[in-house]
């Protein structure tokens, strides 16, 4: 059986939001840019472009916020438009799949209103082209009829402000880039950044929890607040059930070993994959398909799902010879590792085994 038998969508370390999230979240979500934790770059530079507009009384420029899901972005496009003072539209690129569909909202956009797009970056063509023009000239070109009678009817829009979110900044046609006048990149949270996320969000849902109880919500939180007001509903649920609902290192640590997530965030699946690897193949190399098989998950799951974070914290990597684990993740499943010079090349070993660091933790 496979280790991993339900939806990879469901873990509880999974950045997108579950219907649970989006109906707590709201509750949860800082409303000025004072009370957003962390980020301190993105912020600051955006707090002066907010500044700098609103002493010009005019809309500020057009702004890109990238970086992975659950950090953040549409909290801080709230609050732009909070700090404007300005109504707010939110709509995302999936859901306009038409030029129409984006000239319909354009058109009945107030002065000054902010339009959140969440994932610009899955626009359809037609529909980007004409944010072009939208952005540029608060103006589009609306056609009506087909073919050669087809005509071009302008349409004058009021001043507002796109606010773009993006998963890959890469991914954006440089046209649609350049046309925001600022781009935020927003970066994965240091653990003491998300204890005050844990902290904030425990005094919301009046959970007691102590500053350790806080860092160890925070240490399994793969750096992603989204994750970590989560996995404190979850730590909330078994300090009410089996305690006194008082959250303490020790209760955060019992509830998160009951829901499998590890003392730095790994699953169940993302552990099967670290297992299989060092257990079935020494550490690789390994090929992706072999190694999914191993855990009876399908190559794209492995490669999608677990492989990431597990790069990203340092404990496996992709080698054109396969997959290969690290030193951090024999100590960190508790096993040792063969002796230098076994299945691994000496190359890649004194590579990846060099400065015994546990690699780049979130931060
Ligand atoms: N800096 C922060 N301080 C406090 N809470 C935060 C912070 N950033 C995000 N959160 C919380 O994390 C949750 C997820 O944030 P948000 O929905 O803004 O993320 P996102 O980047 O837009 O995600 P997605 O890309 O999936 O839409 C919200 O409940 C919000 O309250």
Redesign the pocket.
């Known amino acids: 059986m496979s280790p991993y038998d339900s939806d990879p969508a469901d873990r509880l370390v999974t950045?997108?939001?579950d219907g649970e999230d989006q109906a707590v979240?709201a509750a949860?979500?800082?409303r000025q840019l004072d009370e957003?934790?962390?980020?301190e770059r993105v912020r600051e530079q955006l707090s002066l472009v907010l500044q700098a507009a609103r002493q010009r009384g005019s809309a500020p420029d057009h702004v890109l916020l990238s970086?992975p899901?659950?950090?953040?972005?549409?909290?801080?496009s709230m609050i732009i438009a909070a700090e404007l003072g300005a109504p707010i539209r939110i709509t995302s690129g999936p859901a306009i799949q038409h030029a129409g569909d984006l000239a319909a909202i354009l058109s009945s956009l107030t002065e000054g209103e902010v339009l959140f797009l969440?994932e610009i970056h899955r626009m359809s063509r037609p529909a980007e082209e004409m944010l072009y023009m939208a952005m540029e000239d608060f103006r589009v070109d609306v056609i009506v009829g087909k073919g050669p009678g087809a005509t071009a009817i302008p349409l004058e829009l009021p001043p507002f402000t796109l606010v773009g979110?993006t998963?890959r900044a890469g991914l954006l046609p440089p046209p649609l880039r350049d046309r925001f006048g600022f781009t935020g990149h927003?970066e994965f949270y240091a653990p003491a950044e998300l204890q005050r996320?844990v902290h904030?969000s425990a005094g919301l849902l009046d959970v007691e929890i102590d500053p350790a109880g806080a860092a160890e919500i925070a240490g399994r939180s793969r750096g992603t607040?989204?994750i970590a007001?989560r996995l404190l509903r979850r730590v909330r649920d078994y300090a009410q059930v089996k305690h006194d609902g008082r959250v303490s290192r020790e209760i955060a640590a019992q509830a998160l070993d009951v829901y499998e997530v590890d003392a730095r965030g790994l699953d169940r699946l993302d552990r099967a994959v670290l297992d299989a690897l060092l257990r079935l193949f020494g550490g690789g190399p390994v090929g992706l398909s072999t190694l999914a098989v191993a855990v009876g998950e399908e190559s794209e799951t492995v490669e999608e799902v677990a492989e990431p974070f597990l790069v990203r914290e340092g404990l496996l990597a992709r080698t054109p010879r396969g997959r290969i684990a690290t030193a951090a993740a024999w100590r960190h499943l508790g096993l040792t590792p063969p002796a230098q010079g076994g299945r691994i090349g000496a190359s890649a070993q004194s590579e990846l085994w060099g400065d015994g660091s546990d690699g780049g933790k979130a931060g």
């Not at 899901?69 to 801080?76: A, E, S, Y």
């Open positions: 950045p997108a939001a979240e949860l979500r800082p957003f934790i962390g980020q970086g899901p659950g950090l953040g972005k549409t909290t801080l969440d979110a998963t927003m996320v904030r607040p989204r007001n």
